[in-house]
């Protein structure tokens, strides 16, 4: 029997089924969230191993990777910045003055340096540090894959924090760190001043923003001249380098709170 005009060939229609099991399978395996957690689990290695990433990293970091329903509780229960500066400020500086200020002593020296190359003061840093992790005493205990595996697989976020899951991978790649070395907050950050994986590629000085607070303190400086610090300026609200500071952490409670502790420490 004759194909009517312009009907498609078994073979044409057979290849345009294939090609879009292809595609269809493709875009199930590389699914930006949700979905069955191993099938989405294995985009992301495929995702990593197209861009480098050896599978002996992927192996060590993702093969017995799971979700944390804890992780997203936390993401959707985030409430701290919902208080005023007053009540926010009052609540964190007070405590961490008097550790601050032996803190600007015991590295002095650092603080120093630090400033000389980066132009950062030693108490912008020092305000962060505290804020942060308690001047490192606590970094957080997290498991830093497995909690960004699970934001990147959760719909809230998930093309943020697959990048983020991806920058960890290329860390552990380098040899920085090991995927059981790298526990931080419940949000992926690492560090004694809390870096995003992102962020550590980007601006870390040394190799251990964990245990060297050096190290840590170098970085956090290298990010702040990163997105335009200005040196010997004042970084109150309405500055340029208040909104510098916003690029650390975009909330304005924060942001104020780290001005307003550093002012504090810059005055002893």
């Known amino acids: 029997m004759r194909r009517p005009l312009g009907a498609p060939s078994s073979l044409l229609l057979l290849w345009l ?22 099938t989405w689990l294995q985009g992301v290695k495929q995702e ?64 120093s340096r630090i400033e000389q190359q980066y132009g950062v003061p030693g108490a ?53 760190l090991t ?12 560090g004694q001043t809390q870096f995003l994986p992102s962020s550590y590629l980007k601006y870390a000085v040394g190799r251990d923003l964990i245990r060297q607070p050096g190290d840590a303190l170098a970085s956090t400086a290298n990010y702040l001249k990163g997105y335009g610090w200005q040196p010997g300026q004042p970084w109150g609200e309405g500055t340029a380098n208040f909104q510098v500071l916003l ?3 975009s909330s304005q409670v924060y942001t104020k709170t780290v001005a307003y502790f550093a002012q504090q420490l810059a005055r002893e």
């Open 179 to 190: 995927p059981s070395e790298m526990r931080g907050a419940w949000a992926g950050e690492i």
């Open 48 to 111: 990593a191993a197209s861009g480098g990433i050896s599978q002996r990293t992927i192996q060590a970091a993702l093969d017995n990777v799971s979700y944390d329903p804890t992780i997203i509780a936390r993401d959707h229960a985030q409430g701290v910045f919902r208080q005023s500066f007053e009540q926010f400020s009052g609540r964190m500086v007070p405590p961490r003055m008097a550790r601050g200020r032996r803190m600007m002593q015991q590295y002095a020296s650092v603080l």
């Open 124 to 176: 912008v840093l020092v305000a962060i540090w505290g804020l942060e992790t308690d001047f490192g005493a606590d970094s957080g205990h997290f498991p830093t894959i497995r909690a960004l595996a699970t934001l990147a697989y959760d719909c809230r976020r998930p093309d943020k924090f697959r990048g983020e899951l991806i920058a960890a991978l290329q860390i552990v790649e380098r040899g920085d």
């Open 247 to 249: 690029q650390w952490n």
């Open 17 to 38: 089924v294939l090609l879009w099991l292809a595609t269809f399978a493709g875009a199930a395996s590389a699914a930006p969230c949700g979905g069955d957690f191993a």
